[in-house]
């Protein structure tokens, strides 16, 4: 019993110092571009289209932002072609056929140069398909 007892307060005192630092430590922050990206998408389905743009719009800068002063990783590339695809669904819903025409083929540009590169990912492929289909729904939308 005398060999247990150091042991057990050891384990105590283990389990009460990760307990605290774990309550200690900040919550991460939220990222803002996926705080933008969310809001623009509520925006969008309470059909506050211009508020929703600007929001997409916004996103957009703080995805590219990041890009530019991360690592790129695959789940960032994802969100930020999402938020494209998101957008140009938006700008042809509002009748903005330059505007989302010139948006999906820089999408599907950069789509096209990352796919070689990640050819076991279908996420890109995914997307590529999304945004096609996004600028042939909006054409078929205006005939």
């Known amino acids: ?24 430590q900040p919550a991460p922050a939220t990222d803002e571009a996926s705080t933008l990206h969310g809001q623009a998408k509520k925006l969008w389905e309470d059909e506050q289209w211009l508020d929703a743009e600007k929001a997409f719009l916004g996103a957009l800068k703080v995805y590219e932002r990041q890009m530019a002063t991360k ?17 140009v669904e938006a700008q042809l819903t509002m009748q903005k056929l330059p505007q989302a ?17 990640r050819p076991k990912e279908p996420a890109f492929r995914f997307e590529l398909a999304k945004t096609h289909m996004a600028l042939s729904n909006g054409y078929q939308q205006l005939r």
């Open 1 to 24: 019993m005398l060999r247990i007892f150091p042991l057990l307060t050891f384990t105590g005192l283990c389990i009460f110092a990760s307990t605290f630092t774990a309550i200690a």
């Open 71 to 87: 690592h790129q990783n695959d789940a960032l590339l994802l969100r930020w072609c999402q938020c494209r695809h998101e957008l």
């Open 101 to 117: 025409k010139a948006l999906a083929a820089a999408t599907i540009a950069y789509l096209k140069q990352v796919i070689p590169l």
